[in-house]
């Protein structure tokens, strides 16, 4: 949204240039999208100001979107080298996953010890507390 406004900001002080600087008196005849001809010192109707900033608008947006697509196109090709060693690098990561997930490891040990240690407890208090009922 910020660089909407930046821009528009921008296309007015373009169009109205011309006009706030009345040190260019002489003609200047350009064509414009519209098929008007702009000239300095002279105001113009608001509808043929309007239309002038939507064709403004419109080839601005159109030369944006060809930028970012040339942009795009340009990060994969300088990416695509480096694709084949991300993909060898994945696929080795996935087979010792598999591996991982395969066996028990740590984390099996460590719960049946802290499993064992928890029932172990319990039974003992239950011992003493059954001896020392008696």
């Known amino acids: 949204m910020k660089s909407k406004l930046r821009l ?3 296309l007015l002080l373009a169009v109205l240039a011309p006009r706030i ?3 260019q008196e002489k003609v200047l005849s350009t064509s414009s999208p519209v098929g008007q ?21 419109e080839e601005a947006a159109a030369q944006i979107r060809a930028a970012y697509d040339e942009g795009y196109k340009a990060g994969l090709l ?17 087979a010792q996953a598999r591996i991982q997930a ?8 460590l719960g049946v010890s802290g499993g064992s ?9 239950v011992a003493c507390m059954y001896i020392g009922l008696r």
């Open 21 to 23: 600087s009345s040190a």
């Open 8 to 10: 528009l900001a921008i």
């Open 37 to 57: 001809l702009i000239e300095s010192g002279r105001s113009y109707e608001g509808t043929t100001v309007q239309e002038l900033l939507d064709a403004v608008w």
């Open 78 to 94: 300088d990416s695509y080298p480096d694709a084949a060693y991300w993909q060898s690098l994945s696929k080795a990561m996935e």
């Open 117 to 125: 240690l928890v029932i172990g407890f319990a039974a003992g208090v």
């Open 102 to 109: 395969q066996s028990p490891g740590w984390g099996v040990v």
